[in-house]
């Protein structure tokens, strides 16, 4: 019988993989759907933005490492705001009776520096450790880097990931634009989830975030959470919306201190990036959308290993375990492969999901330069033509 059970188990198993893996949508159908995610909503924030980017103080409290050798050549202008995408319709505020049901394609999971006087800790010290410290950090933006990703349940395909990134004028100062864009694939066509966008904006004067937007989509629901940090306040207000039908039936809006720093759900990748990861570490990083918390990185060891898109690459294998599902990262354990070298190229994410493993791998990787375009339509275009190649 148990052999009998065990049958069953694997053959249903095979089966579901099977099914995960159907054929995604026409690529009219995916484009229509990315176009109609609604913009980031920065452009209606001038005032904010003036606020936050026009403050000097801060830079004094911002200790900056030293940048890697390679500097990237800056866009000088920036992309004009892509034309309102919105579909949804704001209705008076109900209470809440459902959850949004969130997507299950976000991705679990620049040059950073540990500073002088945190000294590395032992690299075989639990990732949980609370002596980990929390580090500063300079972001590893190369203006025009798109990078695609499949993503992987087990064996089956169920989406595509967009990491990219633009330098922009805003106020009068230059910032960094972070995009992450997903689409999903086989059974996510299907049950509708996946189609989901995650902006930062980032200060190049202190390498901090000030702006965070991401929206999740699911079969009927959907969620748009936006997010203002004050560096300078040390305070974020985030606002989320939930939508069903297109229509807005809950709102909240809350403001959350800090003590330091923070750095968004996106731009904390940027700065796991940048860090100096070429010898045994361990780290902190802090993390806010809606909370703040520490997202901890440590060294595990340097590896080499071919990759199909960027060659054959040495690279370094960190553990990052987070407390929150917040913006790129999800709460838990995740494995993050890192080249050694000045490109420090994301190569891979490895973490554990509901009845298997979650591969996110590296497919693509291109520099768009000043051609690069954020609005939903393009991102999704190049999208599909890099993983088609």
């Not at 032992?122 to 499949?150: M, N």
């Not at 999903?184 to 190049?204: A, H």
């Not at 959350?256 to 904390?268: A, E, K, M, Q, R």
């Amino acid at each position: 019988m148990r052999h009998y059970l065990q049958t069953l188990i694997i053959s249903g198993g095979f089966l579901l993989l099977l099914f995960f893996s159907g054929c995604s949508e026409q690529s009219e159908v995916v484009i229509q759907k990315t176009e109609a995610i609604p913009e980031d909503g920065l452009s209606s924030e001038t005032s904010f933005a003036e606020e936050v980017l026009t403050e000097t103080s801060l830079q004094e409290e911002i200790i900056t490492p030293v940048l890697t050798k390679k500097t990237p050549s800056p866009v000088e202008q920036a992309t004009p705001p892509p034309k309102s995408a919105s579909v949804m319709q704001d209705t008076p505020i109900v209470k809440e009776t459902e959850p949004v049901e969130d997507s299950t394609l976000i991705a679990k999971s620049e040059k950073i520096t540990i500073d002088e006087e945190d000294e590395p800790t032992d690299p075989s010290q639990s990732s949980q450790s609370a002596r980990a410290p929390i580090s500063k950090a300079t972001l590893l933006a190369i203006p025009g880097e798109c990078i695609v990703y499949t993503v992987r349940w087990n064996f089956a395909h169920v989406g595509k990931l967009l990491l990219a990134c633009k330098k922009e004028k805003l106020q009068g100062s230059d910032v960094y634009h972070f995009v992450g864009i997903t689409l999903p694939e086989g059974l996510m066509t299907k049950v509708g989830y996946g189609y989901n966008r995650f902006d930062s904006y980032v200060d190049v004067k202190t390498n901090l975030p000030f702006y965070y937007y991401g929206y999740y989509a699911g079969r009927k629901s959907s969620q748009i959470t936006t997010t203002r940090i004050n560096q300078r306040k040390k305070e974020l207000t985030y606002e989320t919306k939930k939508y069903r039908n297109n229509v807005m039936y809950a709102k909240t809006t809350n403001t959350v201190p800090f003590t330091s720093y923070v750095y968004d759900g996106l731009s904390v990748f940027y700065g796991v990036r940048g860090m100096n990861i070429g010898n045994p570490c361990n780290f902190s990083l802090p993390v806010g959308i809606t909370k703040v918390w520490n997202l901890r990185v440590s060294f595990i060891e340097k590896k080499t290993q071919t990759f199909p898109s960027v060659g054959r690459r040495n690279y370094v294998l960190l553990h990052t375990e987070g407390d929150e599902d917040q913006g790129i990262f999800k709460a838990g354990k995740l494995m993050v492969g890192i080249s050694a070298d000045e490109e420090k190229i994301p190569l891979f994410f490895r973490g554990s999901v509901p009845l298997g493993t979650a591969n996110i791998d590296i497919v693509a990787r291109v520099n768009m330069g000043d051609k690069l375009s954020l609005d939903s339509k393009s991102l999704t275009n190049l999208l599909l033509s890099l993983s088609k190649k």
